[in-house]
């Protein structure tokens, strides 16, 4: 199995982090993972530290972005041949990341978990933003992504090298745009999710807002201009 690195960012989970590990402890255990502790308010850093969870600890809160490159960084600085990007509030599942790092090897980039590869994404106001982000990366690449939102995939060490050392290219879904321009080889596998048991995503009503106009601006004036 390729040597891999999970990197699990949280910010104020402190109700859900324990959960997350164990999970990672008990399906995945020939996995390497970090928690990164991304400024939390809370008492995750008790959690962690009373846990010996592994762990780095941000000073002051970076963001989604912040956190997960912190992670890719350490990757690649050790050498790691994947990295799994993995959410600390319990929504994703350990048993998929064996099935994750196996589509890495057959010769994927970027192996995204995601939630509509066999099922229907469903007519609901919370799949709006994702409906928008798929559309737009079709008419942008005219490459089909799914679930173009899912915080869960794999990279192998080329996409590693780019999202450690390039400040303006965070793992989000507007760069799988460049990321495709690029010729990345990205592929999609059906997982499940969980519903988030304790505490509340950053993206409320204003958040999202501003995150899919974030988005739009990036997908169709940005990334498909970026120098490759």
């Known amino acids: 199995m390729l040597k891999t690195l999970v990197i699990i960012p949280a910010y104020n989970e402190a109700l859900n982090i324990e959960k997350t590990v164990q999970d990672i402890h008990e399906n995945a255990p020939w996995v390497d993972y970090v928690v990164i502790n991304d400024g939390s308010k809370d008492n995750t ?39 799994i990007q993995f959410d600390g509030d319990g929504q994703h599942s350990a048993e998929y990341i064996e099935p994750l790092v196996k589509e890495i090897e057959n010769g994927n980039n970027i192996v995204i978990g995601s939630r509509f590869v066999t099922e229907k994404k469903p007519f609901t106001a919370r799949m709006i933003g994702s409906r928008l982000i798929a559309g737009a990366i079709k008419m942008v690449t005219g490459k089909t992504i799914k679930d173009p939102t899912s915080g869960f995939r794999a990279y192998d060490k080329a996409c590693i090298k780019d999202y450690a050392t390039e400040t303006n290219n965070p793992p989000e879904p507007d760069t799988l745009v460049y990321m495709l321009r690029k010729q990345r080889k990205i592929k999609e596998i059906q997982v499940e999710m969980s519903e988030r048991e304790f505490g509340e995503s950053y993206l409320n009503l204003v958040n999202t807002i501003k995150y899919m106009s974030r988005m739009m601006v990036s997908i169709f004036l940005i990334q498909p201009f970026r120098k490759v």
Do not use: S
């Open 45 to 83: 850093l008790d959690v962690i530290q009373k846990n010996k969870f592994n762990y780095i600890d941000g000073f002051c809160n970076l963001g989604l972005f912040g956190a997960v490159q912190t992670g890719f960084k350490l990757g690649f600085m050790e050498d790691y041949d994947v990295v």
